[in-house]
C-alpha cells in the first residue's frame, strides 16, 4: 500500500481507536499513534496470516489498522501512567 494511503488509514484508525478506548489525548497525537498503530497492525496481520492485509484504503486495511491502533494505546497508556 502506499504511504500516502497507509497515513490516512492510519488517521482514520487513530481516531477511532482513542474513541473506541476513551483516551483524551488529543486530536495530533491520536493521529501520530494512529499512523503507529496501523504499521504495527500491518506487521502483526502478516505475522499471523502472511498476508499482508494492509491492502489500500478499504475496510479491512481500517479494520487492522484499528487493531494496531488500539494495542499502541495500550502501550502508550501504560507508559504515560509511570
Same mark, same amino acid.
Given at each position: 500500500?502506499?504511504?500516502?494511503?497507509?497515513?490516512?488509514? $492510519?488517521? %482514520?484508525? *487513530?481516531?477511532?481507536?482513542?474513541? /473506541?478506548?476513551?483516551?483524551? @489525548? +488529543? &486530536?495530533?497525537?491520536?493521529?501520530?499513534? $494512529?499512523? %503507529?498503530? *496501523?504499521?504495527?497492525?500491518?506487521? /502483526?496481520?502478516?505475522?499471523? @496470516? +502472511? &498476508?499482508?492485509?494492509?491492502?489500500?484504503?478499504?475496510?479491512?486495511?481500517?479494520?487492522?489498522?484499528?487493531?494496531?491502533?488500539?494495542?499502541?494505546?495500550?502501550?502508550?497508556?501504560?507508559?504515560?501512567?509511570?
Amino acid at each position: 500500500m502506499g504511504l500516502l494511503a497507509t497515513i490516512v488509514v $492510519g488517521l %482514520i484508525a *487513530g481516531l477511532l481507536a482513542s474513541a /473506541i478506548m476513551k483516551v483524551k @489525548t +488529543g &486530536v495530533f497525537v491520536d493521529m501520530i499513534l $494512529g499512523i %503507529i498503530g *496501523g504499521v504495527v497492525g500491518g506487521w /502483526i496481520s502478516t505475522l499471523i @496470516t +502472511g &498476508v499482508n492485509l494492509m491492502s489500500g484504503f478499504n475496510l479491512t486495511s481500517i479494520l487492522v489498522a484499528l487493531g494496531g491502533s488500539i494495542v499502541v494505546l495500550v502501550i502508550y497508556r501504560a507508559i504515560k501512567k509511570k
